[in-house]
């Protein structure tokens, strides 16, 4: 049930919950993180199309937001990633980027782009400012990004998903899955914390 590297679902979970253990810090992210996905989709959404649309899109609802452009392709590697994770969870997360995808390709194509840009600045700016300060003064630790850029950008979408899973439906890959993951995340608190205590010597 464990992968490898960026697959390793429960060392990538415990590197996230390692720098997420507030409460008020962990619900900014539920909240934040998708609308900063989406925020980076709209400025993809108004790339021209790689593709011309296969031809059963033709019949699909809402098939004129189904640009085969640069938000296409960044969406199915997110899709791709996730579903290859957890095939559960994953198709759920997968699913919630397909509507991002229509969704940034539907204001992409009612709005010019330079509406369409404010929409995503304004998305973005908001997001990281209230995930930097609650980093700062709730979970008084710098955000992952600092340190591992790949999972601020590609897992963080699925990880508060499945953390939100967690605490609504008790819902969790696999038996035990939970379990291990806190052992893993107490292990790196208990590394940055002796880290900080060896760094603050050191400057005395």
């Given at each position: ?187 790196k608190k208990a590394e940055f ?12």
């Amino acid at each position: 049930m464990v992968g490898v590297g960026l697959f390793d679902l429960e060392d990538q979970f415990a590197f996230y919950g390692a720098y997420h253990n507030n409460k008020v810090n962990v619900m900014t992210h539920v909240i934040c993180v998708w609308p900063l996905l989406f925020g980076g989709l709209i400025m993809l959404a108004y790339t021209q199309p790689l593709a011309m649309q296969f031809p059963f899109m033709v019949s699909l609802p809402f098939h004129e937001y189904m640009s085969l452009n640069y938000c296409f392709v960044a969406c199915v590697i997110y899709a791709l990633f996730y579903v290859s994770l957890e095939y559960k969870s994953g198709s759920l997360a997968a699913l919630l980027v397909l509507f991002c995808w229509i969704a940034a390709n539907a204001l992409a194509y009612h709005y010019p782009f330079t509406v369409g840009w404010k929409i995503a600045a304004i998305i973005e700016i908001v997001g990281w400012t209230a995930q930097f300060i609650t980093h700062g003064f709730f979970e008084k630790r710098s955000p992952a990004l600092v340190d591992n850029l790949v999972q601020a950008c590609l897992l963080a979408p699925y990880f508060v998903m499945l953390e939100a899973l967690h605490s609504v439906f008790r819902y969790e890959p696999y038996t035990g899955f939970h379990k291990n993951v806190q052992y893993l995340v107490n292990q790196k608190k208990a590394e940055f914390k002796a880290k900080k205590t060896k760094e603050t010597k050191k400057s005395a």
